[in-house]
């Protein structure tokens, strides 16, 4: 009676455990997170240029949709993206972007910005997802479902729980850009 | 039998005339009433902004209802459908195809519109630095994308014009379309190719929309709701409102007044010949207001209501106090002793109206002319004709019983005086604790929207972040290219202002059509192919770019620097050219080139410009004359005008009245107790408006003048000793329920100057005959007095 009652224990478990369950726990520990502030650094590698350009500074993020990129090397400037809406300041300009203007851009941002707040349904509105790994050391790999995204070729986020260490992006045309996270300058 | 009466023939060619004059006439009920007959330069520009202006051309189109993809879906097919229509000059909801073709021209023609072409930029330091900031804008997600530009535009002009356009934050988009923040409603911006006040267009370019909106909501089997404003929507919801209510006010209070005169007479043959008066009124007013002005106002049809009140009671007075005698007699009696008090009256209000000839504001000025004639037609039809045209037995029901048991309550009436006194004070009280809020001073006071209309348009204005443009950059000169230049010279300060966060951005026809002199100069700063080349070497020194790969940022250079100038014809296809015909004007030989400024979004600057700045910035560098003008401002300043005016116009007419009276009535103490009563129900009423919550505007005023004029017809009745006091009382009430009646109409519309008018002059008549009568004399016998033989 005991052993049987476990059993249904059990079996009920199982029932609500599908297969991404893993993928599932690591949104909803992305979700948890309301405020994060990492410093990163960007190496990007493009086929116009002779070598990579490589930048670094601060990443904040507030829960749900406002993500801030502050660029302090080599020239200081900030990007902030707020409700789909992209700010972009350089030295005294400032322009605001439509991300709806700008539909090439929008995947990458996406992405990032979807990860960052754990929703799993806006991401595979876009991606088709590939979980790797476990929670503790785990490999995101996101490959755009729209057609007209396919400059894109694929984009790989690793991280550890609710971590994100670094985020890959890979181009049809070969160009890629890495992005590493790292500690925020207070605690390292 | 009766001799044929030259009169009654004058009087049949001379309707004859009217009517056809009136037929004839033009009839308007566009927004033009409220605008300045003379305006000064300064509101010459206001109206020419409000009747043609950028702004009076813009739509503002949501869609409600359904969910957030159907809307999104029929905000594209809406788009598409409006993009065709060549009433349209353009349409945005947002979608990335409304702006491809402006963006290709501003990508085929960046070194010459670019502000950052200088000859500077295209040193080898200069490429360096430009070239620079364009790879650390590789270095981010937007890169990726901006890189597919890099091998044609190194130095990043396209970002730079791009920026330049897009100060202000875009709508927020969703579904790819523009949504109100909640997400609630799809946005989109039309502009017509009409002009504002061009009501006709206006209300076809409405039509378009709703039928495109009809048919894509049938092609996506799809209901949603459509909301529309902007001033266009607003012009075409007045006139209509006018037209409507000037229709429905007609009938209402000729009805009413029908009913009364039905019930008083009990004679339709007394009814229809009680008409005569006031359809001739109308005829007069009417044909002319036509003459004088070429056009007649809608409002002014709304106001003339009032003259049915007026000139119906003339003939009330005629056959209540005629009755009952023989006809001889009775026409003796009519000319002896009440026609010279009708006339004193009749004389009164013409004054009044008179008073209102000279107002810059058309519709007053209609009002004026229109009740003047009309008033003076009724009477000298009234003393001239109607009695001729009275049947040999003409009788009207006795109304001597209601004349007595007026003459009951008139004896009890001086009772009231302590209570007179007190109402008076207590009306002086109120006026002086609010003598703070006493007016109104906004143009919008004026407005004939309803209030939900304006509060919609308000909420979708914020909601697109399109704000109304209220400060405006003005630079005129004698020739488009100088225009042009002087725009060039503010646009630099300008551009300082917003380093300053003095504002957040500007507009100017420059920005697409820079003038030839700096078109020429941009071009100079363009080194030729070979020196470009040498010098972009140098400059890619330690920058991670091959030469080799800007090589079609050569080519472009170098067809930019040897192309022919833009002209404006260049800019077809694009929005920007309906941008430039709004911004870039000729008014006779001068050209005017307006800047639109925009305000400073970020919460720190949320008040707004501060416009001293701007102005001590411009004043210093002008080639061209440059000013800065205060749309809002100027408006509310020309409504300022027009309340100012109202108010001189009125003391005006009022000082007429009193003088007439004195000359008439010869004695200054008879003159002072005819007016005392109409200015105690003067005060009584602005005290009652005060206290319910309404500021004054200048048809209150005028609404106050009118109380005087025509209050003073009663005042007189009572201070002339009357041969039938009951008969007299009598024709008084039925003649002040008419006049009540017909303002009283009037107070219930939806035209605010049609409403402020009726329910000032409403209550007004009714407490100067209420006050007259508890502050008149010893009141009469009960009784008419036995008919003793006139000496005169």
């Known amino acids: 009676m005991w052993l049987l009652c476990l059993g249904a224990l059990w079996h009920g478990a199982a029932a609500t455990a599908p297969p991404g369950t893993s993928l599932d726990r690591l949104m909803r520990l992305l979700a948890q997170r309301r405020h994060g502030e990492v410093t990163f650094v960007e190496r990007d590698t493009l086929a116009v240029l002779t070598r990579p350009l490589v930048s670094s500074g601060l990443m904040i993020y507030d829960a749900p949709d406002h993500l801030e990129k502050r660029t302090l090397e080599p020239r200081p400037g900030s990007l902030i993206l707020d409700h789909g809406e992209l700010t972009v300041k350089r030295g005294d300009r400032t322009y605001h972007l439509s991300l709806n203007d700008y539909p090439q851009v ?62 890959r992006i890979f181009q049809t045309n070969g160009d890629h850009s890495r992005m590493t996270f790292g500690p925020p300058p207070a605690t390292r | 039998m009766r001799r044929p009466a030259a009169a009654v023939w004058v009087w049949g060619v001379l309707a004859a005339l009217a009517a056809l004059i009136v037929v004839r006439a033009r009839y308007s009920a566009d927004l033009s009433a409220f605008l300045p007959r003379a305006p000064t330069a300064s509101q010459r520009l206001l109206v020419e902004q409000l009747r043609r202006g950028v702004a009076s051309r813009m739509i503002i189109v949501a869609i409600g209802g359904s969910n957030a993809d159907i809307r999104a879906r029929l905000s594209r097919a809406l788009r598409d459908r409006l993009h065709a229509d060549p009433g349209f000059v353009s349409v945005e909801n947002g979608a990335s195809a409304t702006a491809r073709r402006d963006k290709a021209f501003l990508f085929a023609h960046r070194y010459l519109l670019s502000a950052s072409v200088t000859p500077q930029r295209f040193t080898v330091a200069g490429l360096h630095t430009a070239i620079g900031n364009t790879l650390d804008l590789l270095a981010s997600p937007v890169g990726l994308f901006a890189q597919s530009l890099l091998p044609s535009d190194p130095t990043g002009e396209m970002t730079t014009l791009l920026g330049d356009m897009s100060h202000n934050r875009p709508p927020r988009t ?31 370019a409405l039509e378009a929309i709703h039928r495109a909106f009809r048919a894509c909501e049938a092609q996506l089997r799809t209901h949603a709701r459509l909301e529309l404003t902007g001033p266009g929507v607003f012009a075409v919801a007045a006139r209509r409102n006018i037209v409507r209510s000037v229709a429905r006010l007609s009938l209402v209070s000729g009805g009413l007044i029908f009913c009364l005169l039905l019930i008083v007479y009990r004679s339709l043959p007394a009814l229809a010949l009680g008409l005569v008066p006031v359809a001739s009124g109308a005829l007069a007013g009417v044909s002319a207001v036509a003459l004088h002005f070429g056009v007649v106002q809608g409002v002014t049809l709304g106001f003339g209501v009032t003259l049915i009140g007026e000139a119906v009671d003339y003939s009330i007075y005629l056959f209540v106090q005629s009755r009952g005698d023989g006809r001889q007699e009775a026409d003796a009696r009519w000319r002896r002793s009440v026609w010279p008090t009708v006339r004193l009256g009749m004389l009164t209000s013409v004054f009044g109206f008179a008073s209102l000839l000279p107002s810059s504001f058309p519709g007053l000025a209609q009002l004026g002319l229109y009740s003047l004639a009309g008033v003076l037609a009724a009477g000298l039809v009234t003393r001239f004709v109607l009695p001729r045209l009275l049947p040999a037995r003409f009788a009207i029901r006795d109304l001597t019983p209601l004349g007595r048991g007026a003459l009951r309550a008139l004896r009890r009436a001086p009772l009231g005086r302590s209570a007179l006194a007190l109402i008076a004070v207590a009306a002086v009280a109120t006026l002086y604790t609010h003598r703070e809020h006493l007016w109104n001073h906004r143009l919008a006071a004026l407005s004939p929207i309803p209030l939900p209309a304006q509060r919609l348009d308000a909420t979708l204005r914020a909601d697109l972040r399109a704000p109304d443009v209220r400060y405006l950059v003005v630079v005129s000169a004698p020739d488009r290219q100088a225009a042009l230049r002087g725009a060039e010279a503010a646009g630099q300060e300008l551009a300082g202002l917003i380093r300053h966060h003095v504002l957040s951005g500007y507009e100017s026809p420059a920005q697409y059509l820079p003038s030839r002199t700096l078109q020429r100069e941009r071009q100079g700063s363009l080194p030729p192919s070979d020196v470009l080349h040498h010098r972009l070497t140098k400059a890619l020194a330690g920058l991670p770019l091959d030469a080799s790969t800007l090589e079609p940022f050569l080519t472009d250079v170098e067809t930019e620097r040897t192309a022919p100038l833009l002209t404006r014809k260049d800019l077809e296809g694009t929005s920007f050219a309906s941008m430039v015909d709004a911004l870039l004007t000729q008014e006779g030989a001068q050209w005017r080139a307006l800047l639109p400024l925009e305000a400073p979004t970020s919460a720190a600057h949320a008040f707004g410009i501060d416009i001293a700045r701007v102005r001590a910035a411009l004043s210093v560098a002008a080639p061209a004359r440059v000013t800065v003008f205060d749309l809002k401002g100027e408006a509310d300043a020309l409504y300022l005008t027009y309340l100012r005016e109202a108010v001189r116009l009125s003391l005006g007419g009022l000082a007429a009245i009193v003088l007439l009276l004195l000359a008439s009535l010869r004695s200054p103490l008879r003159v002072a107790r005819v007016v005392l009563p109409l200015f105690l129900a003067v005060l009584v009423v602005a005290a009652g408006l005060i206290a319910l919550g309404v500021r004054l505007t200048l048809l209150h005023v005028i609404g106050m003048l009118l109380i005087v004029a025509v209050g003073s017809n009663y ?61 008149a004399r010893e009141p009469p016998p009960d009784g008419d007095a036995p008919a003793k033989a006139d000496p005169a």
């Open chain 1, 106 to 167: 929008a995947p990458y941002v996406d992405a990032i910005a979807d990860t960052l707040s754990g929703d799993r349904a806006a991401l595979e509105r876009l991606f088709e997802l590939k979980f790797a790994g476990s929670l503790a050391q785990w490999t995101l790999t996101l490959r755009p479902l729209d057609k007209r995204h396919s400059h894109l070729l694929l984009i790989l986020i690793q991280g550890a729980r609710d971590d994100i260490r670094t985020v």
């Open chain 2, 174 to 204: 969703e579904h790819g379309v523009w949504v109100s923040p909640k997400g609630h409603l799809a946005l989109l911006l039309a502009r017509t190719r009409a002009a504002g006040a061009d009501t006709d267009a206006q209300e076809q």
């Open chain 2, 715 to 775: 005042a007189l009745f009572f201070d002339r000793p009357s041969e039938r006091p009951s008969l007299t009382l009598a024709s008084l009430l039925i003649a002040n329920a008419s006049t009540v009646l017909g303002f009283g109409v009037l107070a219930f519309s939806s035209v605010p100057v049609l409403a402020d008018l009726g329910r000032t002059v409403a209550p007004g008549t009714l407490l100067a005959l209420v006050f007259t009568a508890i502050l």
